[in-house]
C-alpha cells in the first residue's frame, strides 16, 4: 500500500491534471463555436456550386476541353491526408493515419512499390508519422496550414495538386480527411479531388430542371466553373476536418475530466483508509504500552 504522502501527492497531481483538462475543453468548446460556424456556412455555397456545375454539364451536349477531366491510367498518385496540428484528441488523427495505411495498401500498394506514390499532409501529425516512415512527402510548405487557416492559403495547396495533375505529374489526385457530424462523432471520408467526378445520376437529373441563360457560352463558363469548384471542395475539407478536431478535443478533455473525478475519489478513499488504519496502528500502540506499563 502507498504512503499517506505518496498518495498526498498523486491527489495533488490528478487534481492538477483535471484543471487542466476542464480548461482545454473550454478552450476548445470556444474553438468549436467559430470551426461549427464556418463550416456551416461553407456547405450550402459548396454544394449549390456543386449543383451548378452539375447543371450545366448535363446540358452541355459538347466536349469539354478541361485537364482536370482527363481520366488517365493511374500510374502516379497524389494523396492529400488532411490531420491535426497538435494531439489530445482522442482517437481523431489515428483514424486518418491507420485509414490513410489501409487505402494505400488496398488501392495503391503497386504504386507505392514503383515508388509514385506522394503524399501531401496538411497537419503536423500526419506529416511527422508518415516521414518517420519514408514516405515521400510532397508540398511541405502546406503542412503548417491551419497556422494561417483561410481560403488563399488552401487555395495555394488546391493550385499545387491540380497543376501537378494538369502535367501529369500525376493521374489521381484523392483527399482523406475527417468530416464534421457532431461534438462526438466525425466520419472519415476518402474521396477522389482529381480527375473531377462526374455527378450522380439522380443528382443530374435533378439538376437539369433549372434553366440558366448563359453567357459568353456554356463551354467556358463549365472550364471556369471546374477549377473554382476544386478548390472550394479543398477548402471544405479543410473546414470539416478543423471542426471535427476541435469537437474530437472537446469530447476528450470533457472524457479526461471526468476520469480524474473518478481517480480522485478512488484516491481520496484509499487515503482514508491509509489514514483510519495509522491512527488505529499507533492507538494499538499506545494501549499496548500502556497495558505493559501497568503489569510492570
Known sequence: MASLKETRNRISSVRST?????????VAAAKLKRAQDAITQMRPYAQSLNEILSNLSANYTGEIESPYLQQRMVGSVLLIVVTSDRGLCGAFNSTVIKNTLAHIKA????????GKLHLLCIGKRGYEYFKKRNYQMVGEEFMNIFTRLGFDAVKEAADFAMEA?????YDRVDIIYNEFKNVVTQILRKEQFLPVVEAPEEQTTTATTVDYILEPSPEEIITELIPKTLKVQLYKAILESNASEHGARMSAMDKATENAGELLKELKLTYNRSRQAAITKEILEIVGGAEALSQG
Do not use: G, H, P
Not at 107 to 114: G, N, W
Open 107 to 114: 488501392r495503391y500498394s503497386l504504386v507505392q512499390d514503383a
Open 165 to 169: 495533375y494538369a502535367n501529369k505529374t
Open 18 to 26: 483535471q484543471q487542466i483538462t476542464k480548461a482545454m475543453k473550454m
